[in-house]
């Protein structure tokens, strides 16, 4: 792949964080996320309260990124955003800014797709990181989306194991939710397992064929489990809290880490890199790292900042699209269903 300089703002807003930031090739400018308290009063991402606060956030934003990174808007080369998936009404926003900009500038527009810009925020220029080379097994965890995918090249990637009902982030949140514990509850449960012990609880491991993932059923066992123990003590929650988050999150990585496994049997592949909000997880990651040592893996674990969902991977995506001269048209929509 050729390269050519370049400076990229990039829009990210798929659900509830509206972020932008700047790239000049393959080295991030600036990243800044605006995130939307107002979910945590309701439990969970409210998609008509995300777009409008999206609306409010998104020009601050793009301000702020551009000065962060100290140039003008006119020395920008491309804008790119992310077309899907996501809320479709986070999406418009997003999508309507980064036409309506491109256009005004009169330069090129480049749709993102969220999980591929997951996956290749490896690819952003860092000190002292070092890059997957491909082929590789990308697991992309999230809220919304638990996948393994094997990556080719930038843009040959094959999903090859995904989930078939509940996400592993949704696993973590709902769980904190049965155990009263305020959202977003996944870092919670991280937070707390940390105390606690992984073995107090054993919870059964859902048996499914190839490289699929199910969550709901272990949600559903949580739950039964929590009820019939606070009905014997009802104060069971605040006395084991640490070790029935230390044992619901090791039986999530078990789910994820077995079917790394497999994925690296089938594939001969034995670079693994992780992506998406889940992998801030500090158990997932030292679970892959201990993979190393294990099954002689060569994990890649990108900075937090990168994990979340933030514009830099959206920039990334757009550079490499840039150039290849892979540009969107004025009639481009966004996609709340976006395959890889």
């Known amino acids: 792949m050729s390269t050519k300089d370049c400076y990229i703002l990039a829009i990210e807003s798929s659900c509830d964080d509206t972020s932008a930031a700047v790239l000049y090739n393959e080295k991030i400018l600036s990243n800044v996320?605006?995130?939307?308290?107002?979910?945590?009063?309701?439990?969970?991402?409210?998609?008509?309260?995300?777009?409008?606060?999206?609306?409010?956030?998104?020009?601050?934003?793009?301000?702020?990124?551009?000065?962060?990174?100290?140039?003008?808007?006119?020395?920008?080369?491309?804008?790119?955003?992310?077309?899907?998936?996501?809320?479709?009404?986070?999406?418009?926003?997003?999508?309507?800014?980064?036409?309506?900009?491109?256009?005004?500038?009169?330069?090129?527009?480049?749709?993102?797709?969220?999980?591929?810009?997951?996956?290749?925020?490896?690819?952003?220029?860092?000190?002292?990181?070092?890059?997957?080379?491909?082929?590789?097994?990308?697991?992309?965890?999230?809220?919304?989306?638990?996948?393994?995918?094997?990556?080719?090249?930038?843009?040959?990637?094959?999903?090859?194991?995904?989930?078939?009902?509940?996400?592993?982030?949704?696993?973590?949140?709902?769980?904190?939710?049965i155990l009263g514990l305020p959202y977003p509850g996944g870092p919670l449960i991280d937070k707390y397992a940390q105390e606690g012990n992984p073995k107090a609880f054993p919870f059964t491991k859902p048996k499914v064929a190839g490289l699929n993932f199910s969550f709901s059923g272990l949600k559903t066992a949580i739950m039964y489990f929590v009820q019939n123990n606070v009905k014997e003590d009802p104060d069971f929650i605040e006395k084991s809290l640490n070790d029935i988050c230390a044992s619901i999150q090791y039986t999530i990585i078990n789910i994820l880490v077995d079917k790394l496994k497999k994925a690296v049997k089938e594939t001969g592949i034995k670079q693994i890199a992780i992506g998406g909000g889940v992998s801030a997880n500090s158990g997932i990651r030292a679970s892959l790292k201990e993979g190393e040592k294990r099954f002689g893996w060569k994990t890649h674990i990108p900075k937090f900042e990168y994990t979340t969902d933030n514009a830099a991977m959206i920039a990334i995506v757009g550079y490499f699209k840039y150039l290849e001269n892979d540009f969107a048209d004025e009639n481009v929509a966004a996609k709340a269903r976006y395959h890889l």
């Open 33 to 177: 996320v605006a995130s939307q308290k107002i979910h945590e009063a309701y439990g969970g991402v409210v998609p008509e309260l995300a777009s409008r606060a999206h609306q409010q956030n998104i020009v601050p934003v793009v301000h702020q990124a551009l000065a962060k990174a100290n140039i003008d808007k006119k020395e920008l080369s491309a804008i790119a955003f992310t077309r899907g998936p996501g809320l479709m009404g986070s999406l418009l926003v997003g999508t309507s800014f980064a036409k309506s900009l491109a256009y005004g500038l009169n330069i090129p527009l480049i749709e993102v797709n969220h999980m591929q810009a997951h996956i290749l925020a490896h690819f952003i220029e860092e000190a002292e990181y070092e890059k997957p080379t491909f082929p590789f097994l990308a697991l992309t965890i999230s809220g919304g989306h638990t996948q393994i995918v094997k990556v080719k090249s930038y843009f040959d990637m094959e999903v090859i194991g995904e989930t078939i009902d509940d996400a592993v982030g949704e696993a973590f949140d709902k769980s904190a939710k």
